[in-house]
Nanobody, 124 residues
Framework: VQLQASGGGLAQTGGSLRLSCAAS????????IGWFRQAPGKEREGVAF????????YYAYAAGGRFTISRDNAKHTVYLQMNSLKPEDTAIYYC??????????????????WGQGTEVTVSS
């Protein structure tokens, strides 16, 4: 099982980044997917979630209408488009997959596999 996150980097306030998470080694479309982030000294928090079909999404308040999660089941890849970035978006971003019921997608302990994280730094 592998989840390879990429796309992080340095952005300016107001800028954009697109994160990707490529999956292999399991049946990708059996799983809901979440993007979480962890800033230095803070707990991991969920940002955006998408169900196994790609038909349902949920965003945490932190996403603030600025982030869009999507998935391509044919490519076994999930994306997080982040626009209007703010310094408080600075964190390591992780993708995770879960077979838990949709109502539990915001709970990180319910996730089965995690990617290694990709670092996002937003300068002011």
């Amino acid at each position: 099982v592998q989840l390879q996150a990429s796309g992080g980097g340095l952005a300016q306030t107001g800028g954009s980044l697109r994160l990707s998470c490529a999956a292999s080694g399991f049946t990708f479309d059996d799983y809901h997917i979440g993007w979480f982030r962890q800033a230095p000294g803070k707990e991991r928090e969920g940002v955006a979630f998408i169900d196994d079909t790609g038909g349902t999404t949920y965003y945490a308040y932190a996403a603030g209408g600025r982030f869009t999660i999507s998935r391509d089941n044919a490519k076994h890849t999930v994306y997080l488009q982040m626009n209007s970035l703010k310094p408080e978006d600075t964190a390591i971003y992780y993708c995770g997959v879960t077979k838990a019921r949709w109502r539990y997608v915001r709970i990180s302990s319910r996730y089965d596999y995690w990617g290694q994280g990709t670092e996002v730094t937003v300068s002011s």
